[in-house]
């Protein structure tokens, strides 16, 4: 199995950007597609983006299209999320979550991290 970890979220303000990172443990990081996922209090989690085992394959949700830029690095057992121009909107927790075959449904997905949180301010 492996663990997740995320960090990086903080406070930023509209139009700013920040680049989270997901910290996975084991030596089996390659084979899993990484997705990163975001929930608002009062709403349900929904999806951001997903990266092939890989990364040579990316899906973005609407959302975030060209804005966001998810990456990793497989050496570093890490995934990226790197957010510019950033809104109001998406002002969530943001967690990063691994899967055999990338998809965009969280249910889907077989391990998850603790979140980090991302408030966006006016």
């Known amino acids: 199995q492996v663990q997740l970890v995320e960090s990086g979220g903080g406070l930023v303000q509209a139009g700013g950007s920040l680049r989270l990172s997901c910290a996975a443990s084991?030596?089996?990081?390659?084979?899993?597609?990484m997705g990163w996922f975001r929930q608002a209090p009062g709403k349900e989690r929904e999806f951001v983006a997903a990266?092939?085992?890989?990364?040579?394959?990316?899906f973005y949700a609407d959302s975030v299209k060209g804005r966001f830029t998810i990456s990793r690095d497989n050496a570093k057992n890490t995934v990226y999320l790197q957010m510019n121009s950033l809104k109001p909107e998406d002002t969530a927790v943001y967690y990063c979550?691994?899967?055999?075959?990338?998809?965009?449904?969280?249910?889907?997905?077989?391990?998850w991290g603790q979140g980090t949180q991302v408030p966006v301010s006016s």
């Open positions: 084991g030596r089996t990081f390659g084979r899993y597609a």
């Open positions: 990266i092939s085992r890989s990364g040579s394959s990316t």
């Open positions: 979550a691994a899967v055999l075959d990338m998809g965009v449904q969280p249910w889907a997905y077989d391990y």
